[in-house]
């Protein structure tokens, strides 16, 4: 069965230092990618997706950028963090087969201070 | 391009009480449609999805959501809740041939009180 992880869990991190958060799915073989990134009251807003090793895909600009340097793992990056940059980030996976489906990781909780 | 509407941010209802979390989508192509589900500090749980053929789609835990064309609606439905059921509720939308990208609504809160 497939399955995704992220990491860390949870993040403190002052403004202006960098970021990287890390995504890695199991079971399964050349997903497309997404990242998004939750914010209270907001629902869920696209940031970046990937339909293969490095091929990255920027729905909204921002200080923010991604990376697949292998195939089953989908990295988000800054350089400088900002106060705004604060939320919950979410990954997720789809097959080619899936018609739309998702299947979510279980998220990684920002704090910028 | 679509979107999703879901014009009830919270949902206050007793338990063992019927609810209807209501979904509005635009598009102008076909569309598949999608209930998540998210628990506290948790990611985003598939509940139900229509794709085709029937308009009445049910979840293993006794949800349901209904596709209608003409109203563009694809509303939850629960007929008897459960404490267990509190958590926030996402409609989204893709469509056919779209790559699997979805449209998500800003959610509902579901607070089931007892």
């Known amino acids: 069965s497939q399955t995704i992880h992220q990491w860390p869990a949870t993040l403190v991190q002052p403004v202006g230092s960098p970021l990287s958060l890390e995504c890695t799915v199991e079971?399964?073989?050349?997903?497309?990618l997404y990242w998004y990134r939750q914010a209270a009251g907001r629902g869920l807003q696209l940031l970046f997706y990937?339909?293969?090793?490095?091929?990255i895909s920027s729905e909204v600009p921002q200080n923010l950028s991604a990376s697949r340097p292998q195939d089953r793992q989908f990295i988000l990056s800054s350089k400088k963090l900002l106060l705004s940059d604060s939320g919950f980030y979410l990954c997720?996976?789809?097959?080619?087969?899936?018609?739309?489906?998702?299947?979510f990781g279980p998220g990684t909780r920002l704090l910028v201070l | 391009a679509q979107s999703v509407t879901q014009l009830d941010s919270q949902v206050p209802v007793f338990e063992e009480a019927p609810v209807e979390l209501r979904c509005n989508y635009s598009?102008?192509?076909?569309?598949?449609l999608f209930w998540y589900v998210q628990y506290p500090n948790q990611g985003l749980q598939l509940l139900l999805k229509?794709?085709?053929?029937?308009?009445l789609v049910e979840s293993i835990n006794g949800f349901e959501a209904e596709f209608n064309k003409s109203q563009t609606s694809f509303h939850l439905r629960k007929p008897s809740v459960h404490i267990s059921d509190t958590a926030e509720y996402f409609c989204?939308?893709?469509?056919?041939?779209?790559?699997?990208?979805?449209?998500f609504g800003t959610g509902t809160q579901l607070k089931v009180e007892l």
């Open positions: 990937s339909v293969g090793i490095g091929q």
């Open positions: 989204a939308v893709t469509y056919t041939g779209g790559g699997n990208k979805l449209t």
């Open positions: 079971g399964t073989s050349n997903p497309n």
């Open positions: 997720a996976w789809s097959g080619a087969a899936d018609e739309g489906t998702q299947y």
């Open positions: 598009s102008s192509v076909s569309v598949y």
């Open positions: 229509y794709l085709s053929g029937s308009t």
